[in-house]
Antibody, heavy 131, light 106 residues
């Protein structure tokens, strides 16, 4: 069974750091891009960041709201994706979800673009930033 | 940034009703649109990708259509398990969601 399990959430003071983990099972983790999303209490879904598979460079992208503070990494040998969150703010309070991302490749004039959607979601881990 | 707008925000319906939710993008996203269902306290679940492709295991009463800037999610005959919040998501340029449509019991 394909599964993602987030961990590492908790209560943290503003300005402090926290690292979330996303442990994958049931599929070849290294073959897939992964993302993190979040949902503040009573609010909608927000993209946080994305990491490509090593085959596509393993590079990352971030939402403007977290760029420079959050870092995504991956350990393919352990099938884990990480979200390192620094300089936390009260507005970072949310349930954090990791996802497995599936690409669609489109070739235009010899250039290949990839479009990723999220087919598997973890159950989430709660982060509360409060003094 | 691409903005996604869903309507309505709340939809009251009865079991057996045909339900349609609309999602509009602030600029063309071709067919790079997904729909998700979320129940309280649960993770989102993928229903539709590439505007109209049904995810494996999702009941055929769910369907999606549209391209460019206007999209719809239709539930042909609403079932008790379908009362939930639905989100559209563009994945043409990074990722952004609509604000959600809560489908509640009439």
């Amino acid at each position: 069974e394909v599964q993602l399990v987030e961990s590492g959430g908790g209560l943290v003071q503003p300005g402090r750091s926290l690292r979330l983990s996303c442990t994958a099972s049931g599929f070849t983790f290294g073959d897939y891009a992964m993302s993190w999303f979040r949902q503040a209490p009573g609010k909608g879904l927000e993209w946080v960041g994305f990491i490509r598979s090593k085959a596509y460079g393993g590079t990352t992208e971030y939402a403007a709201s977290v760029k420079g503070r959050f870092t995504i990494s991956r350990d393919d040998s352990k099938s884990i994706a990480y979200l390192q969150m620094n300089s936390l703010k009260t507005e970072d309070t949310a349930v954090y979800y990791c996802t497995r991302d599936l690409p669609t490749a489109v070739t235009t004039l010899g250039k290949i673009d990839y479009y990723y959607y999220m087919d598997v979601w973890g159950k989430g881990t709660t982060v509360t930033v409060s003094s | 940034d691409i903005q996604m707008t869903q309507s309505p925000s709340i939809l009251s319906a009865s079991v057996g009703d045909r339900v349609t939710i609309t999602c509009r993008a602030s600029q063309s996203i071709s067919s790079w649109l997904a729909w998700y269902q979320q129940k309280p306290g649960k993770a989102p679940k993928l229903l539709i990708y590439k505007a109209s492709s049904l995810e494996s295991g999702v009941p055929s009463r769910f369907s999606g259509s549209g391209s460019g800037t206007e999209f719809t999610l239709t539930i042909s005959s609403l079932q008790p398990d379908d009362f939930a919040t639905y989100y559209c998501q563009q994945y043409n340029n990074y990722w952004a969601f609509g604000q959600g449509t809560k489908v509640e019991i009439k």
